[in-house]
Structures are given as C-alpha cells and as structure tokens.
Nanobody, 114 residues
Framework: QVQLVESGGGLVQPGGSLRLSCVASGSIFSTNAMGWYRQAPGKQREGVAT???????GYVNSVKGRFTISRDNAKNTVYLQMNSLKPEATAVYYC????????WGQGTQVTVSS
C-alpha cells in the first residue's frame, strides 16, 4: 500500500524560500520516477517537477531556475527546494509517482504572501 507524507510548507514572504519533503512508502519510490504537484484554490492540480530514479529532472516553465527537485533513494524521500517564491506559488503541494498513483497524501500548504 502506497503512503505519501508531505511536510515543510508554511507561510513565507515573496522572495523567500521553503524546502518541502515527502516520504514515500511502498513500491512507488523504488519503481517510479517521482514528482511534485500542486493545486491552487479553484484550479486543477498540476505537475511542478519530476525526477527519475537516476536523477534526471524536469520542471514546469513557471518554476525553472527557482525550484530544485532531488531525491534520497536510501531514505525513500523526495525534496523540493523552492527559492524566490512568488504569490502565484500559493497552493497545496503533493508528491506522487510519475504518472501519479490513485492514492495521494494530505499535501502541505504553501502560502506566499506579504
């Protein structure tokens, strides 16, 4: 059974930084590329960043150069370092496989506001 536990969100001012973490249990981490997704109020969930087991990464254009995804295979953990945050980054952030499994974690709220 897949379990995904996200943490690290919070309230930050524009231009600030946050580091999100996600611990994944079950087979998802060992067999899948992993990704970070987000859902802003009133919007559909969207993919933000992906990372393969080998470490190849991909990003949506709006976060390129500011967000960095990484993974620690020994700890079954994927991270998202977010720098130079903008108000439009406000959303609940989730991790999941790529493509995502049916089971989602509770997510972690990121609010960028002055």
């Amino acid at each position: 059974q897949v379990q995904l536990v996200e943490s690290g969100g919070g309230l930050v001012q524009p231009g600030g930084s946050l580091r999100l973490s996600c611990v994944a249990s079950g087979s998802i981490f060992s067999t899948n590329a992993m990704g970070w997704y987000r859902q802003a109020p009133g919007k559909q969930r969207e993919g933000v960043a992906t990372i393969t087991r080998g470490g190849s990464t991909g990003y949506v254009n709006s976060v390129k150069g500011r967000f960095t995804i990484s993974r620690d295979n020994a700890k079954n953990t994927v991270y998202l370092q977010m720098n130079s945050l903008k108000p439009e980054a406000t959303a609940v952030y989730y991790c999941n496989g790529v493509p995502p499994r049916a089971t989602w974690g509770q997510g972690t709220q990121v609010t960028v506001s002055s």
